[in-house]
């Protein structure tokens, strides 16, 4: 696969310190931890191809070659850690918008960082602290399926946008994820989740289904009820609402 040739609009390139492009690597999410922090903006780290690929919770994550977009953006932060907890909600936000504006299909997110087709997996984010002090250093990773093959070994329902009617090609869809992602991190850095947390009802995927949510070594169902102002998942539990901050969560049946 060629390096791609990206064509980003003015926020996004105001916003790139520098982009890396590999054929092949492990993970882009662990090169962008070993890589220099920027001063001001992001470092963005792409591959065509990805050999140990690291999802959420310690699962594996499949990038085989020219079939999926695999990127992680290296930034360091001004505001405070506890702040930033919501960036991977507000960054899957405006991606899944960007696609649907671009031509996509009715992308929606899956609380916190999954982006969806219906209940199927098109891609996830993943958000790794590699640094706490002076300032906030993040590295945020972006998969995205685009044409996998029939094979792909994921143990769960999955598409990717060129099952979805959507045969973008690689460069388009590298350019407009990072025309995406790039501007929310400058924005989110200088004001937080606030003008994220208005387009959440039009991607949220969760709200008014019956879930099933891990708190702890167990499970808690309920219906959700969008999120907090902090990102957190609001769910209506038999007991009372709750907010979840962090945990997997199920849909137990299609509302
Ligand atoms: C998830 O849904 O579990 C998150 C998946 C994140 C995958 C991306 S691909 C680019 C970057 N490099 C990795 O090893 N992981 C992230």
Do not use: C
Request: proline residues 7%; aromatic residues 6%.
């Amino acid at each position: 696969m060629p390096e791609p040739a990206l064509r980003l609009g003015p926020d996004a390139r105001a916003e790139l310190a520098r982009w890396h492009w590999v054929e092949a690597t492990g993970s882009t999410q662990d090169w962008a931890l070993e890589g220099a922090v920027p001063d001001t903006g992001s470092a963005v780290y792409l591959a065509g191809r990805q050999t140990a690929g690291r999802g959420r919770r310690g699962r594996a994550w499949q990038t085989p070659p020219d079939s999926a977009l695999a990127l992680s953006v290296l930034r360091a932060f001004d505001r405070p850690l506890a702040s930033l907890a919501p960036l991977g909600l507000a960054v899957a936000v405006r991606v899944a918008g960007a696609l649907r504006e671009a031509g996509g299909p009715r992308i929606g997110v899956k609380w916190p960082n999954d982006l969806v087709v219906g209940d199927a997996k098109l891609g996830g984010l993943l958000v790794d602290v590699r640094e706490t002090s002076p300032r906030p250093v993040l590295v945020l990773g972006l998969g995205l399926n685009r044409a996998l093959p029939d094979d792909a070994a994921i143990d769960q329902r999955w598409t990717d946008l060129a099952r979805e009617g959507w045969p973008v090609d690689a460069d388009a869809l590298a350019s407009t994820v990072l025309d995406a992602v790039l501007p929310a991190l400058a924005r989110f850095d200088a004001e937080g989740f606030a003008p994220f947390a208005a387009d959440w009802p039009g991607v949220d995927v969760l709200a008014g289904r019956l879930v099933r949510v891990q708190v702890g070594d167990g499970w808690r169902d309920g219906h959700a009820l969008g999120i907090s102002a902090d990102g957190g998942l609001r769910v209506r539990h038999a007991e009372g609402e709750a907010v979840h901050h962090a945990g997997e969560v199920s849909v137990r049946v299609a509302a």
